[in-house]
Structure formats: C-alpha cells, structure tokens
C-alpha cells in the first residue's frame, strides 16, 4: 500500500509540474528573485552591520603618552581598565621576535592576553575548535601556513626557537591558518612568553586594547581611561579608531534601511508565490474531485501539493544563490575599493532557509484547506 501510495503522489506531482509548467517556472523564478534579492543586499549591509558590530580595529588603543610612546605600560593598568563598568573584551600584547629553520628566518611573537583574547581570535578568522585548542595549551602557538613553511613547522609540532638572547623557547604549533595578514608572526600566550620568553620588560605591555559596550561610546570611554592615569606614571595614551567611529556616524543606520529593503523584496515574492499556489490549487480543483471519484485518496493530493511546492522552492533558493552569488561578485569589482569586503555574511545563511521554511508552510494552507473541502461532486465543472 505505502508504494502504491508512492507512485500516486509521484504521477500527481509530474502531473501537475508538466500540465502548468510555464505558471511553475514563474514560482521558481520568483523565489530566485527573492533569494537573490536576500543574498546581494545582505552583502551590500554587511559592511555596515560590521560597523555596529565591531572587529579587532574597533577597539580603542591604549598605549604610552605621545611624549613617551614607546614606552611600555605596566601589566597592571589593563587590570584598572578591565574593572571599568562600560569596558569590555578587554586584551593587551607584547612583541618578543624568535628565529626558526636552517637560515634563521626571524618571526615576531605576538604575545596576547586578557579575558578578551577568545573574542579577538575568533574575528581573526579561527576555528572555536582552534580558540579553545589554544586556550587550553599555555604553550600554544598560532601562525600561518607561509610561517609555519620556512620555519618546518607541522600542526602538533613541538618545537624550541631561539630568542635573540639566544634562549629556546618551547612551543606547541596549535593551529596555522591558511593566509595571513600579518606575515612572519606568530601568537602566543602573553603569561607564558612573558615569563620564559625573551621580553626584558616584565610585566609589562605594549598595547592595551579595549572597547566600549555600547561601540558608539568608544570616544567616551577613551577620555575615561586617559582621565584615570593623567597623573600615573607613565601615563597614558587612549585612541579610539576614529575611522571607524566617524563611519559609525555617518553609515550606522544604513544597514536597517537595507534590512527593511531586504524585507520588502522577500515579502513581495513570497505574496506573489502564495497567492499564486493558491490560485494554482483553485484551478485545479475539479480535476483534483475527478480524483476521489476515481479513488485517488485525499492524502494524495496534499502530500503532491507540498512536493510541488518544495520542489519548487528548492530549485528557485538554488538559482537565486547562485544569481546572488553573481550579484555579489559584481559589488565586489567596483565596491571593492570602498569597503575591504563585500560578502553575503553568515546570518544571511541561518536565516535564509528558516524563512523559505516559513514561506512554505505559509503557501500550504490555502492549498491544504481546498483539499479537505473537496467534494466529489465539484468535478462537475469540468
């Protein structure tokens, strides 16, 4: 009964897909339309969300007075501005250089941290897996593949670089990353480099670095910290990444008139698509009463109509990424220049198909109340 049942729906669904396939090509289309429409402005306001979302370079920089500004800072002035009520993911750094492989090639350790560390790594483009690797090992070590290369290293490598003093420093090779912008570095825990490593200044730092939890009190927060150690010696430096800020300013509401267009487009297909179905099912009606005269069981037709449906929803999610995938490489040609990166985020991801989802489950009820209303006398309008 279940394969016979099988190819019921089976025949129904071609059926139906063959007899109207202009009116099915114009659902797949609009749905292309749609996602299409999602995927290019999601990475049109990626840019933006960027903005109120803040990466490494939002933070404000905390180092020594212009006066002195190289001067390094005591590890204990990043304690003062953690316990600050608006600061947050607050982490600090050293710089220690070692030398690796048969020429010495020279890496320069970046030494990090604070409890702010997990977030900044994972901006950096690495793995939770990685981040969590990497805190759990007080010898680990984070580089790029090009390092990891002339250097001989491998992923779980132990290996003991000299400092410049001369001093083999043990590591443990955590993780590599395929490209880095920073090449020829390395990042390591601060506590440890600090304490084996080759820094002559301990416990001491270069920079601090640390933002507000509102972004768009970065400024304030700044004055805040530098206001704190105006009399400490040495004092300090605080620079909020102005750009950033100013774009803030300038583009921070940006993103939700592109959401609210992004909505619109996706609410305009997705009434074309359900009113469509719906018409579709009307139609269809009296053929679908010829059916239970002729013992196709209801079920049938409902379990067809949300195949066709699926089915065409699928196609058309496919298609439209694929468009928006073309859409999105264009903005990246001539937007390049102005924005780093243009890409469709990853919320555009998670929230693309929990909609479509929506959006079919929405297009059934209509069809699916037709259904069960069907009464083998309609077919006489045929």
Not at 112 to 126: A, C, F, H, K
Not at 176 to 184: A, E, F, K, Y
Not at 233 to 244: E, I, L
Not at 281 to 294: D, K, S
Request: aromatic share 10%; net charge positive; with cysteine.
């Amino acid at each position: 009964m279940g394969l016979r049942t099988f190819y019921c729906v089976s025949y129904v669904t071609l059926l139906s897909l063959r007899d109207q396939f202009s009116r099915v090509l114009f659902l797949i289309l609009t749905i292309a339309v749609g996602v299409c429409a999602w995927w290019g402005l999601s990475a049109m306001a990626s840019p933006f969300v960027t903005v109120a979302n803040p990466g490494k370079s939002h933070f404000i920089t905390v180092s020594g007075h212009k006066g002195a500004f190289n001067q390094p800072l005591p590890k204990r002035y990043a304690d003062r501005i953690a316990s600050l009520p608006d600061a947050r993911e607050l982490f600090y750094s050293d710089i220690d250089v070692i030398t690796c492989g048969a020429t010495a090639f020279s890496v320069t350790i970046n030494a990090w941290g604070g409890p702010g560390t997990p977030d900044v790594l994972l901006q950096e483009g690495y793995s939770q897996a990685q981040i969590v690797a990497f805190m759990h090992d007080p010898l680990a070590l984070l580089t790029d593949a090009d390092t990891a290369r002339r250097c001989g290293w491998r992923k779980g490598m132990g290996v003991s670089p000299r400092d410049f003093a001369g001093k083999p420093v043990e590591l443990h090779i955590t993780a590599m990353t395929s490209h880095s912008d920073s090449p020829g570095s390395a990042i390591a825990h601060y506590d440890y480099i600090n304490r084996v490593g080759g820094i002559s200044r301990q416990d001491r730092v270069a920079e601090i670095y640390v933002r507000a939890r509102d972004p768009r009190k970065n400024s304030a927060l700044a004055a805040q910290i530098q206001s704190m150690f105006a009399h400490s010696a040495p004092p300090v430096q605080a620079v909020p990444d102005t750009v950033n800020q100013s774009a803030w300013t300038r583009f921070g509401k940006v993103q939700y008139l592109l959401a609210f267009v992004m909505a619109a487009v996706f609410s305009c297909c997705a009434l074309v698509f359900i009113s469509v179905m719906a018409h579709t099912t009307t139609q269809r009606r009296p053929q679908m009463a010829l059916g239970l005269v002729l013992g196709f069981p209801r079920p049938v037709y409902w379990v067809a109509l949300t195949l066709e449906v699926t089915a065409i929803t699928v196609v058309g999610a496919v298609i439209g990424m694929g468009l928006g995938d073309l859409v999105v490489h264009w903005l990246q040609r001539f937007l390049g220049s102005t924005f780093q990166s243009i890409k469709a985020p990853d919320w555009a991801w998670m929230w693309l198909w929990p909609a479509l989802c929506a959006l079919l489950s929405a297009t059934l009820v209509m069809p699916s109340i037709i259904v069960s209303r069907l009464r083998p006398t309609d077919c006489r309008d045929l």
